[in-house]
């Protein structure tokens, strides 16, 4: 039977240690996560505040119809009880999912890499990501899914290596609970059983354990029926971008930050007199000299992975990528976004730490992750669509004629479909951050294009031709295009615009023309 991989973790003679990771990552979070925490909610963060607003009945409820995350949103109501509904309340689990992410990442890489310093570097790597910096204080369900993956992923490896039946019972319960935080992570579960597979000769588990993961599992796929039912009927939710090119394909995790740590590290070590990327003391004359279990030459000689952990991460970072990007490319679907990549982010953070720590200097490492973290925070902008500046804005301009229309165009790809917009539960959801952020007035919602809608004439024609003024309220990253229509019209029918933007918000207050 092989060695466990749990015994075999090399320490940390120079380069990244364990305080210097826990300081990089807290200054990350201080400096490029939290100030952002009270910012106007997104979007599709005010959708989270509408599922979970009107108590634990109606969350699940608009949760099976609305939003497929029965686990994330459950929690969200519940820790709505204690913290409230502000926007800081809202992104803090997120926060503190990413936290513990990082601390995963780092134990995790460890174990995989035989290596702590590997780990550590992996940490750093998740946190320097653009994933990770806007994910890290939304209030969304990626984050926490992505701490549910990881715990999946360091449980199977203790209960492979220790056998215990409880270890079985906490991977089935993990894996059941995976979909219900966000259904993408199921993209991982071949990574995991390729994983189990490879180390079978070596493991402990006995067959009466996996009986009991296959039992959770066959349970957990019958509670996720209801859910499922609906992501089928709704599955044109997944339609608002265009098919990837396949250049895309080989550049979504080509990370310009650690790619130039990476970079600058190798060009430091040749300076340095080290040979880079060093392997098995390769190039060096006494290599047979070299002790491959002596810790203090741990810099100097970095092993080649174990085929099970080879096999792991490239199942993981692999299947997610190819399989979003076929299914956007010859489908009508269009799934291959950055937040949908989440799920894979771990194994590829692990693989560039392997590539980091292959940097045959402690100083040249150092330098390299310094030289990523600031590249980091140059590259990556949190996307701002302040919808409470807007919303503030039109209640201004509104004042106390709380009869002027005001027009909504959300983005939300369910306002294509004219039952979505006529039905006025529906349209409830649609108008998601009026609910967060109040508008005066009498709300209408627009589809989410005018032109060539079949309901757009019977919607906009009795107020051009009777109203004074009116609004026109559009977020534009999903594809509205509202008040461009609205200008080239209005003014033909006698009115001045006045458009103003707030972040990916865009706001036009249209005044009849004096006569």
């Known amino acids: ?37 009270g910012q106007s909610l997104l979007l599709d963060e005010t959708l989270t505040f509408w599922v979970i607003r009107d108590g634990l009945a109606e969350t699940l409820d608009r949760t099976l119809h609305f939003q497929p995350q029965p686990a994330y949103y459950l929690f969200m109501w519940f820790f709505s009880q204690f913290a409230g509904t502000s926007e800081i309340a809202l992104r803090i689990p997120s926060l503190i999912a990413t ?44 984050m926490l899914g992505l701490v549910v993956l990881l715990a999946l992923a360091l449980c199977l490896i203790r209960w492979l290596e220790e056998g215990h039946m409880r270890n079985a019972g906490y991977c089935g319960v993990l894996a059941v609970l995976l979909p219900h935080v966000h259904l993408f992570f199921v993209l991982c579960y071949p990574a995991l059983f390729a994983y189990g597979w490879f180390r079978r000769g070596e493991a402990r588990w006995e067959a009466k354990q996996f009986g009991l993961i296959s039992a959770i599992l066959v349970v957990g796929a019958l509670l996720y029926l209801p859910v499922a039912e609906m992501l089928a009927a709704q599955g044109g939710s997944y339609s608002f971008v265009a098919s990837p090119r396949w250049r895309s394909l080989f550049e979504v995790f080509v990370w310009v930050a650690p790619v130039a740590g990476l970079l600058v590290g190798t060009a430091l070590a040749g300076v340095f007199g080290h040979l880079p990327f060093a392997e098995s003391g390769a190039g060096r004359e006494d290599n047979d000299s070299i002790d491959k279990t002596d810790e203090t030459q741990a810099p100097l000689f970095v092993s080649a992975l174990p085929m099970s952990s080879t096999i792991f991460l490239a199942t993981w970072m692999l299947v997610p990528l190819v399989l979003l990007f076929s299914v956007s490319f010859f489908t009508d679907l269009s799934v291959f976004l950055g937040r949908y990549l989440i799920p894979a982010i771990p194994a590829v953070s692990i693989l560039y730490a392997i590539a980091l720590r292959r940097i045959d200097s402690g100083p040249a490492r150092i330098v390299a992750i310094g030289v990523m973290i600031l590249a980091s925070l140059v590259i990556h902008e949190r996307p701002r669509d302040d919808f409470r500046a807007a919303a503030e804005a039109v209640n201004e301009f509104i004042a106390d004629a709380d009869s002027t229309p005001v027009f909504l165009a959300s983005g939300l790809i369910e306002g294509e479909e004219p039952k979505w917009l006529a039905d006025p539960v529906l349209a409830d959801y649609l108008n998601a951050p009026t609910e967060y952020y109040p508008i005066k007035g009498r709300l209408i919602t627009l589809p989410r294009r005018l032109k060539g809608h079949p309901m757009t004439a019977a919607i906009v024609r009795p107020i051009l031709s009777s109203a004074d003024r009116f609004v026109v309220v559009e977020w534009f990253g999903n594809g509205a295009r509202a008040t461009g229509w609205f200008l080239s019209r209005a003014e033909k029918a006698g009115y001045v615009g006045d458009p103003r933007s707030f972040g990916g918000v865009r706001v036009v207050f249209f005044k009849a023309k004096a006569s």
């Open 1 to 37: 039977m092989s060695k466990p991989i749990t015994s075999g973790i090399r320490f940390i003679t120079d380069g990244v240690h364990p305080a210097l990771a826990a300081f990089v990552i807290f200054v990350l979070a201080a400096v490029a996560w939290i100030p952002h925490l």
């Open 99 to 142: 936290l513990a992410a990082c601390y995963a990442i780092a134990k995790l890489g460890a174990l995989l890499a035989q290596d702590r310093e590997t780990g550590l570097i992996a940490a750093i790597v998740f946190a320097t990501t653009w994933n990770v910096y806007r994910e890290a204080i939304d209030a969304r369900s990626y």
